[in-house]
């Protein structure tokens, strides 16, 4: 099955950092752009950042830019994402997905491919 495997969620204090993890299941990543996104408790899924294939080009959502890192390794199929300075709002499920998304809020329903199910960031003192 064609999917990615998200890990690296876990408790976080407030201003603490995580290092989470995507990894491409049954298939390569290198031709795909990728994108992380979270769903907060009762919120809507929403667009965090996204890298191209090449890993030149990164877009990050304003409420992390500054705080989180977008990564990708292609040779091992998977996507970083770096979160630092947690707040108690950066709490939810994060996913990945492959496919276009520069377009943060667009790509959160539409044109994304292997959604995975996602690892659970708790920030919380």
């Known amino acids: 099955q064609q999917q990615f495997v998200e890990s690296g969620g876990g408790l976080a204090q407030p201003g603490g950092s995580l290092r989470l993890s995507c990894a491409a299941s049954g298939f390569t990543l290198d031709n795909y752009a990728i994108g992380w996104f979270r769903q907060a408790p009762g919120k809507e899924r929403e667009g965090v950042s996204c890298i191209s294939s090449s890993g030149i080009y990164i877009k990050y959502a304003d409420s992390v830019k500054g705080r989180f890192t977008i990564s990708r390794d292609n040779a091992k199929s998977t996507v970083y994402l770096e979160v630092n300075s947690l707040k108690p709002e950066d709490t939810g499920v994060y996913y990945c997905?492959?496919?276009?998304?520069?377009?943060?809020?667009?790509?959160?329903?539409?044109?994304?491919?292997?959604w995975g199910k996602g690892t659970l960031v708790t920030v919380s003192s």
């Open positions: 997905a492959a496919g276009p998304c520069s377009d943060l809020v667009y790509s959160v329903k539409y044109g994304m491919n292997y």
